[in-house]
């Protein structure tokens, strides 16, 4: 009862933005700066994701970078927008939730991802939404079971005789030492299950919401409270019958990836959940990618391109790595794009532009790009490379991408034909 009288201040920055300024008795700093450590190690970073200033008369700045997703310090909810969509439209936890839907399903029900279009409902309240949605209509099937060995004894056999340990046996003959199969739930799935409703019942806004993400963790505190590895989580995949959880299984992954915590220090409580932002945005250009490419029958991959080979003296072959290569029927290489996690300008940087270059020569593309997020809707702009060596020339597109636009009905659509008209072009 206490906890649903509880208000939380709702603070929102954008990422690389403008930085806020905080009273510092709002925050517990320490859990702050404690938890911004344990999200830079988990998310590779390569250096703090919150930045913290000091002013006078107990103030500070608070900036983030690299990170995308919502943190509750205390009171004080704490949203990031990634650099991609605009955190002064209402509506961006949507978009983000729709992206993070694509990048890890890419099937999810189109009902589930629109019930807040168009509205500013928080990230967890929008995960928990769905979570709660996929568990009850999959968990009326039941929760799927595997069978775990159990080595074990006992005055009768089970299963089978366990060889290994006949000293066991010869010195104790009326106990059998054996080997069996059983039938559990306690799976990697209700593992995840449970972990991800106690994580979104501690961070979600609404008491209703939060008190039936509690009953299902408690109806599942048979199971171990400890969520399976990531890798093992990956690996999770449900039959037929059980396809239900699906969207459930996502959002705990989902959240898994995100670096979910949650701690208590003294008065104030953290707990939120961050994303890498320029992983997110990397992936779902690689799947507007896929989308737009299978619209012209071909296929796009990702893989390492070898370009120089020794000839003469020590040192290693050059290699370069684009993030999405055009590949027709036959496997032949057509185009390469790439993901460019910053906003573009009048011209890209060198060192973006030898990159792709270089990825097109060796596969010999004639059309290359550099995917770039835009705050609008913005017309591509094309140079053409001729080559003073006597080859053909190359296309660079400078190609850019309003996510926003994934806030429109048909949004989606747009974004995919706009990277097929770029592939189409002549």
């Known amino acids: 009862m206490v906890g649903s009288l509880i208000t939380y201040n709702r603070v929102r920055l954008q990422e690389y933005g403008e930085p806020i300024v905080l009273r510092t008795e709002d925050i517990n700093l320490n859990t702050l700066k404690e938890a911004s450590n344990r999200w830079r190690k988990i998310l590779g970073l390569s250096s703090e994701p919150f930045k913290i200033d000091y002013l006078e008369n107990g103030q500070i700045k608070l900036r983030a970078e690299a990170i995308t997703g919502v943190i509750r310090v205390g009171n004080t909810d704490i949203e990031i927008a990634p650099k991609f969509l605009d955190a002064t439209e209402g509506n961006w936890q949507s978009i983000l939730w729709r992206i993070l839907m694509v990048v890890e399903g890419g099937h999810i029900d189109n009902n ?110 048979h199971v171990d409270k400890r969520p399976p590895h990531l890798i093992e989580a990956q690996r999770i995949q449900l039959g037929p019958q059980h396809q239900g959880l699906e969207p459930a299984r996502i959002v705990g992954l989902l959240l898994l990836e995100g670096a979910g915590v949650y701690h208590a220090n003294g008065k104030h409580t953290l707990s939120g959940f961050l994303w890498n932002s320029d992983t997110i945005y990397e992936n779902f250009i690689f799947w507007l990618c896929q989308r737009a490419a299978s619209q012209h029958g071909m296929k796009v991959t990702k893989n390492v391109v070898k370009f120089g080979q020794i000839i003469n003296g020590e040192g290693s072959e050059l290699r370069t790595t684009p993030d999405v290569v055009f590949r027709d029927e036959n496997g032949i290489p057509i185009a390469v794009a790439d993901a460019k996690y910053k906003l573009f300008g009048s011209r890209p940087k060198s060192s973006d532009i030898y990159q792709v270059f270089t990825a097109g020569h060796a596969l010999g593309c004639h059309k290359v790009s550099l995917v770039y997020p835009s705050p609008n809707n913005r017309e591509n702009t094309v140079w053409l490379i001729p080559s003073a060596l006597g080859g053909e020339y190359v296309e660079l597109t400078a190609l850019p991408i309003n996510l926003m636009n994934l806030s429109m009905p048909d949004g989606q659509k747009a974004l995919i034909d706009s990277v097929s008209s770029w592939l189409s072009r002549k």
């Open 112 to 221: 589930l991802t629109s019930a807040h279009h168009g509205s500013a409902v928080a990230i967890p309240d929008l995960l928990a939404e769905m979570f709660l949605a996929s568990y009850a209509i999959g968990a009326a099937r039941g929760l799927p079971r595997s069978y775990l060995t159990e080595q074990n004894q006992g005055t009768f056999l089970k299963g089978s005789f366990d060889l290994s340990r006949m000293s066991e046996w010869e010195s104790r003959p009326w106990l059998i030492p054996y080997i069996a199969d059983f039938l559990t739930d306690n799976t990697s799935l209700t593992r995840l299950l449970r972990w991800a409703a106690n994580c979104l019942s501690m961070t979600v806004k609404l008491p209703s919401r939060a008190r039936a993400l509690r009953e299902i963790a408690a109806s599942l505190s």
